[in-house]
């Protein structure tokens, strides 16, 4: 049912929105990674952005469905051939954009039209489809403009991560710098001390934004040890839950670098048990901590691709590494290029 902006209940697509507004200042490469990789795990994950792409009459007119009947409504969804009345932003040269938005506020900053929510890729197909220039996000302000040639470099990026059935792949791996506290996924793990009462860095971004609710679950939990892994809902973050883990303090010891393997294996076990299917991970121990980035970088993506592996077939699961600067970006990305395009060496050669 389309409902102006302001009746709707829709959770702001913050993953997406985040990274259109660092786009708009940065307009870097490392920015324009990081568009690409929220739209990507928006679609995979089937979050949804607003549109004034609402259902039509075989007139081409919008259809109201509020006026509707049940019968009349599941008759209508029933149909393959669902035409849909589009909105367009026209730009200075003529060319028709797609008008999208992160969230009803979004819509409300500008020219007020009723609205629907769909699938971003659903979204980008149809700009496509309809020969439109492309897709604008958030028209009224920190808009970013994606052209028609850059949907369909997506949608086929899009393509790819599913498998010939047209379901997900199993054992999905991103990587995206941001703010942690801002993943829209069904846990985040924080960086955590014995205590789990807050701290700096990792740990105390993710209280603060949490909200006092955290302090109050986490007294519950009575400290964890290190290599460990406990869980708490995540109150006002946008992810369901937090798994708190604590890393070691470097000392260069193999008791060290085992010690922060099994805060990842232990996070991905945990989550098993809470039915968790997408989790975000920072970086762990890289901060007062002291573990040089780049040896707690293998460690982390070693630990995750072998954890996936032993649950291939048997569990789904998406992990994003989540890192806070270029420098943790461009390891981790060296990192995973290597390990993600490794072959087998042919035993003939």
Same mark, same amino acid.
């Given at each position: 049912?389309?409902?102006?902006?302001?009746?709707?209940?829709?959770a %702001?697509?913050?993953?997406?929105?985040?990274? /259109?507004?660092?786009?708009?200042v940065?307009?870097?490469?490392?920015?324009?990674?990081?568009?690409t990789?929220?739209?990507?795990?928006?679609?995979?994950?089937? =979050?949804?952005l607003?549109?004034?792409?609402?259902?039509?009459?075989?007139?081409? *007119?919008?259809?109201? $469905?509020?006026? #509707?009947t049940d019968?009349?409504?599941?008759k209508?969804?029933?149909n393959?051939?669902?035409?849909?009345?589009?909105? &367009?932003?026209?730009?200075?040269?003529?060319?028709?954009?797609? +008008?999208?938005?992160?969230?009803?506020? *979004?819509?409300?900053? !500008?020219?007020?039209?009723?609205?629907? &929510?769909?699938?971003?890729?659903?979204?980008?197909?149809?700009?496509?489809?309809?020969?439109?220039?492309?897709?604008?996000?958030?028209?009224?302000?920190?808009?970013?403009?994606? +052209?028609?040639?850059?949907?369909?470099?997506?949608?086929?990026?899009?393509?790819?991560?599913?498998? =010939?059935? !047209? =379901?997900?792949?199993?054992?999905?791996?991103?990587?995206?710098?941001?703010?942690i506290?801002? #993943?829209? @996924?069904?846990?985040?793990?924080?960086? &955590?001390?014995n205590?789990?009462?807050?701290?700096? !860095?990792v740990d !105390?971004?993710?209280?603060?934004?949490?909200? +006092?609710?955290?302090?109050?679950? @986490?007294?519950?939990?009575?400290?964890c040890?290190?290599?460990?892994?406990?869980?708490t809902?995540?109150f006002?973050?946008? &992810?369901?839950?937090?798994?708190?883990?604590?890393?070691?303090?470097?000392?260069?010891?193999?008791? @060290?670098?085992?010690?922060?393997?099994? @805060?990842?294996?232990n996070?991905?076990?945990?989550?098993?048990?809470?039915?968790?299917h997408?989790?975000?991970?920072?970086?762990?121990?890289?901060?007062?901590?002291?573990? %040089? #980035?780049?040896?707690?970088?293998?460690?982390?993506?070693?630990?995750?691709?072998?954890?996936?592996?032993?649950?291939?077939?048997e569990?789904?699961?998406? /992990?994003?590494?989540?890192?806070?600067?270029?420098?943790?970006?461009?390891?981790?990305?060296?990192?995973?290029?290597?390990? $993600?395009?490794?072959?087998?060496?042919?035993?003939?050669?």
């Open positions: 049912m389309h409902k102006q902006a302001d009746e709707m209940e829709f %702001p697509n913050e993953r997406i929105e985040n990274a /259109v507004k660092n786009f708009a940065e307009q870097d490469d490392a920015a324009g990674q990081a568009m990789e929220a739209i990507l795990m928006s679609a995979v994950n089937s =979050e949804e607003l549109a004034p792409a609402v259902p039509a009459g075989e007139d081409g *007119k919008p259809l109201d $469905l509020e006026y #509707m019968e009349q409504i599941q209508f969804l029933e393959d051939e669902i035409s849909f009345a589009i909105h &367009a932003v026209t730009d200075d040269e003529g060319n028709d954009w797609m +008008p999208v938005f992160t969230s009803p506020d *979004k819509v409300m900053e !500008g020219e007020v039209v009723d609205v629907m &929510a769909h699938q971003i890729e659903t979204l980008m197909a149809m700009a496509v489809d309809t020969g439109m220039a492309g897709i604008v996000i958030n028209p009224w302000s920190d808009s970013l403009n994606i +052209p028609a040639e850059s949907l369909q470099v997506l949608l086929s990026s899009i393509q790819a991560m599913n498998d =010939e059935d !047209g =379901e997900s792949l199993e054992g999905d791996i991103n990587l995206i710098e941001g703010d506290v801002n #993943m829209e @996924c069904d846990a985040i793990v924080n960086a &955590a001390n205590t789990l009462m807050g701290g700096s !860095g !105390g971004a993710i209280h603060a934004a949490a909200g +006092p609710e955290l302090d109050d679950a @986490c007294r519950e939990l009575h400290g040890k290190t290599g460990e892994a406990k869980i809902e995540g006002q973050l946008p &992810a369901k839950y937090i798994i708190h883990t604590v890393g070691p303090i470097y000392d260069g010891s193999d008791q @060290c670098a085992d010690d922060l393997a099994d @805060c990842y294996w996070a991905l076990n945990l989550a098993i048990d809470y039915d968790i997408t989790i975000a991970f920072p970086c762990i121990s890289t901060g007062v901590f002291g573990y %040089p #980035m780049a040896e707690a970088a293998e460690i982390a993506v070693d630990t995750v691709l072998t954890w996936m592996d032993s649950y291939a077939g569990y789904d699961m998406q /992990v994003t590494f989540c890192v806070h600067d270029d420098e943790a970006y461009q390891v981790y990305t060296e990192i995973l290029d290597e390990e $993600l395009t490794d072959e087998p060496e042919d035993p003939q050669n």
